[in-house]
């Protein structure tokens, strides 16, 4: 498994190392991800207030760094050089930036697409690629709107939903009617009936319904009781 040498707590030997272990590569995919980190060491020191360690790091590693890297990676370092005149209190953009926190989260993304890079894998993982796919044929409108998902549809799973929605429609030709309680499908065999209320279900479960309250049918979905008999058939050109 592909560990990731880098941590938001401000960890960057691990990731540092790797870097200097794939330099070959990642100078291949002309990536500056060594240089970044490296100003990131140099910000953290400014973070301890150790600013003449600052200084020798800065002069041991991003000088030659961003000599190699072009103009750049030599206006970046001067720009971060900059923190060490405004101190680490500063609120000035964007060296108020270099010293936030979320630099580290933007970094560590960033190590993470050059490690996939690097090893050849894909941004995402064949398994949400796989549930994309099969999202992307049961997606529909219904799943999005409705406000009382059926627990029987993958696409209305809480989980499977945020996915979803980012996803296209399935472009369906034929539909298919489903009872939204059962989960059954609704045809010659199981005709959709509406109650008074305007909800409809598949016959077939309120047969059973009625058979087990006295002809009574009460909607799972508002609580209402009627009749068996006060069911229409509905018809679907």
């Not at 990131?40 to 790091?57: N, S």
């Not at 560590?108 to 697409?113: F, I, Q, R, S, V």
């Not at 049918?217 to 069911?231: K, N, Q, V």
Request: proline share 6%.
């Amino acid at each position: 498994m592909l560990m990731m040498p880098y941590s938001r707590k401000g960890e960057l030997a691990p990731a540092i190392k790797w870097c200097v272990a794939n330099r070959v590569r990642l100078k291949r995919n002309k990536s500056n991800l060594e240089f970044q980190l490296r100003l990131q060491a140099m910000i953290e020191l400014v973070r301890r207030d150790a600013l003449e360690e600052a200084i020798v790091y800065a002069r041991k590693h991003l000088g030659p760094a961003a000599a190699d890297g072009g103009e750049q990676n030599l206006a970046a370092l001067k720009r971060y050089m900059a923190v060490l005149a405004f101190g680490k209190h500063t609120q000035i953009h964007p060296y108020k930036y270099f010293l936030q926190v979320e630099r580290r989260s933007d970094l560590a993304e960033l190590l993470k697409t050059q490690m996939w890079q690097v090893s050849c894998l894909p941004a995402q993982s064949q398994l949400v690629i796989a549930l994309q796919a099969g999202l992307t044929c049961l997606n529909s409108t219904e799943c999005i709107e409705n406000p009382q998902p059926s627990s029987k549809c993958p696409v209305c799973h809480p989980k499977l939903a945020v996915i979803a929605a980012l996803l296209p429609q399935a472009n369906r030709r034929n539909s298919t009617l489903v009872c939204a309680i059962s989960g059954a499908a609704m045809n010659e065999d199981n005709p959709p009936m509406a109650l008074p209320n305007g909800h409809v279900y598949g016959k077939a479960l309120l047969v059973d319904m009625a058979t087990a309250n006295m002809g009574q049918i009460r909607c799972p979905r508002t609580g209402d009781s009627y009749d068996f008999a006060e069911l229409r058939k509905v018809y679907v050109s």
